[in-house]
């Protein structure tokens, strides 16, 4: 817990003063190791790594036009984002309508179909990745207004945004445009909305080095959770902390409990993609005669590592096997180049080979009802996910013993977990009047007479149905008379052979009028007795009998003629 409150920090953008109630370790010495990776060592890009980006992202100040392929090659070893100087007429959003208006913060971006004067590349990656090492050797383009990024983006649960690079035009000391600056001011952004308000903070800084068009750079990004740092070629270029003394100093890894301490609101920890793009600026940031086009972003290689390279592996699949179909068991975010081998219980049979990242079984009886499993062992690790095989196996548990008119409740209680997408149907029979429930629990209601009833789930799983039920006793009761009423109502405890405490308890009795505004109390100390209803308004009344949690209820009619 952190008791917090807000205030601002010089050596930081944006600050919060906590006071942690409790003594953490915020430093993490693992080792880094390889968890995603792309060489473009083919002649397209895999699309089982990275997707294609969004058209435009009209809320920023471009102009482009992101086509799906036809401005990104993959050749030589390098991937390619190539903008093109090019006209063409499509949609900024290709599932709303041509003439929808599109706009930002309440600003109008203009109609969704539109002209669009230049094409150019974005991809990210399919995959979120966490804390980590982000890593990219990349050639940058050159001219008045490009913009090549590789940045990291969220959105989910709040924006989250991590810019590792971008190269924007630059200006003088008179805010005047520097051709001399193209390709030499790396700029480093961190985005976050850390009120979850719908408006991040940003905090940014930039370094001036060489010109990044001539030759390949390795720009790096390192994010844990107590830092993050920005690398050009090695070199240490930016550093955030999470947490700052009061003073605005660096903590080291041991964060006190009830010492101060700034807390850095524009910090992101939330999983985000790998982006990169390469934009064309619009207004006056547009490009000029002498931008040349077609012009690429170039990328020799991109690569993640985690010091945690398991934390986000697990296996999908199916909650419930059957004799009747294969159910496939997928392992996901398993580190890059992993010996992986599938072992299974003693009631699957094995579909195929044990090695990949799917492994395909099916039940060897499908009444067997038992709870089996699948292990992926990933490099001496293992994982494993469990499940049932069979129809549901469950038993219904509840009220057995009822009053005559009184409320009861069913439950399902799963010994396999019900396996499965579950289809439950509740019916009734004998002494229960009525019954309605959902996939765990019905409530249903004795009849007005004593006798044996039942209530039934039928429940309905991949394998196949099973049904059980509930029985029940339903005994004595009471008596309310005469309905309507004129001016006495008469309550009657009848004989309870099951019950028998009832027959001792005193009941408490309480009539309402249909404003449930209480209008007569009074106890039942023996098996009778009466209420003058003579002084009330002719209308419908609600009467509650209350034993301890159990409360019977029935509308009467008060009638004076």
């Keep these: 817990m952190i008791v917090s409150f807000n205030m ?10 906590v006071i942690p109630t409790q003594t953490f370790y915020q430093c993490d010495n693992n080792p880094w190791v390889l968890v995603f990776e792309d060489n473009f060592n083919g002649n397209s890009l895999d699309l089982s790594k990275w997707t294609y980006g969004p058209r435009i992202r009209y809320c920023n100040n471009e102009q482009q036009y992101y086509t799906h392929g036809n401005n990104i090659e993959v050749s030589n070893g390098t ?22 208006h599109l706009y930002c913060n309440g600003v109008d971006k203009g109609q969704n179909a539109r002209y669009f004067y230049y094409t150019s590349g974005d991809i990210e990656t399919i995959k979120k990745f966490s804390y980590g090492k982000y890593e990219a050797r990349i050639k940058i383009p050159k001219g008045k207004g ?21 190269f924007w035009n630059e200006v003088d000391i008179n805010h005047h445009y520097d051709p001399s600056k193209l390709s030499r001011v790396d700029r480093m952004t961190i985005h976050y909305d850390y009120d979850n308000d719908g408006k991040p903070s940003s905090c940014g800084t930039k ?48 964060i006190k409990a009830w010492h101060q301490y700034i807390l850095n609101k524009i910090y992101t920890k939330d999983p985000m ?31 993640y590592y985690s010091k945690h390279p398991y934390q986000n592996v697990y296996i999908s699949g199916s909650s419930i096997v059957c004799t009747s179909n294969n159910s496939t068991f997928t392992l996901h975010n398993a580190p890059t180049n992993s010996t992986i081998i599938w072992t299974y219980s003693n009631n699957l049979t094995q579909v195929g080979g044990n090695t990949g990242t799917t492994y395909t079984v099916k039940a060897k ?69 009525s019954v309605n429930g959902g996939p765990i629990t019905a409530k249903f209601r004795a009849g007005s007479r004593p006798g044996m009833g039942a209530v039934y789930a039928n429940v309905t799983n991949t394998c196949g149905s099973k049904e059980n039920r509930l029985l029940i006793e339903v005994t004595g009761g009471y008596l309310i008379y005469p309905n309507p009423s004129n001016n006495v109502l008469n309550i009657k405890r009848e004989e309870s052979k099951t019950l028998k405490d009832l027959n001792t308890k005193n009941i408490e009795i309480k009539l309402y009028d249909k404003m449930m505004t209480l209008k007569k109390q009074k106890l039942l100390k023996g098996n009778l007795t009466s209420i003058n209803v003579s002084d009330l308004q002719e ?8 034993s301890g949690k159990k409360t019977y209820e029935e509308k009467i009619m008060i009638s004076h003629h």
């Excluded at 601002?8 to 003063?17: D, L, W, Y």
């Excluded at 068009?213 to 999470?242: A, C, M, P």
Aim: hydrophobic residues 40%; glycine residues 10%; negative net charge.
């Design 207 to 254: 370094y001036n080095g060489v010109d990044f068009s001539q030759d390949f750079h390795i720009f790096t990004l390192i994010w844990e959770k107590n830092k993050i740092e920005w690398y050009v070629d090695g070199v240490l270029r930016r550093t955030d902390f999470r947490y700052y003394t009061i003073l605005g100093q660096t903590t080291g890894c041991t």
């Design 8 to 17: 601002k920090a010089q050596t930081i953008c944006e600050g919060q003063k």
């Design 273 to 303: 993609h790998i982006i990169l793009n390469f934009a064309i600026q619009g207004g006056s940031n547009s490009p000029e005669s002498s931008t040349i086009f077609p012009s690429q972003m170039e990328v020799d290689w991109v690569k």
């Design 365 to 433: 009886n499908s009444y067997v009802n038992s709870q089996e499993w699948v292990k992926a062992t990933v490099n001496g690790v293992e994982f494993k996910k469990t499940f049932w095989i069979g129809k549901p196996k469950f038993t219904v548990e509840g009220d057995k013993q009822l009053e005559i008119r009184m409320p009861g409740i069913a439950m399902l209680d799963y010994s396999n977990g019900g396996g499965g997408s579950l289809n439950v149907v509740w019916t009734k029979s004998g002494a229960i009047s």
């Design 539 to 546: 209308g419908v009344y609600i009467i509650q009998l209350i």
């Design 146 to 166: 490009f913009w090549p990024a590789f940045w990291m983006f969220g959105g989910d649960p709040v924006y989250n945004e991590i810019d590792i690079f971008e």
């Design 79 to 100: 991937l390619k984002l190539i903008a093109k100087k090019e006209t063409l007429y499509a949609k900024a959003v290709d599932w709303l309508p041509d003439n929808e």
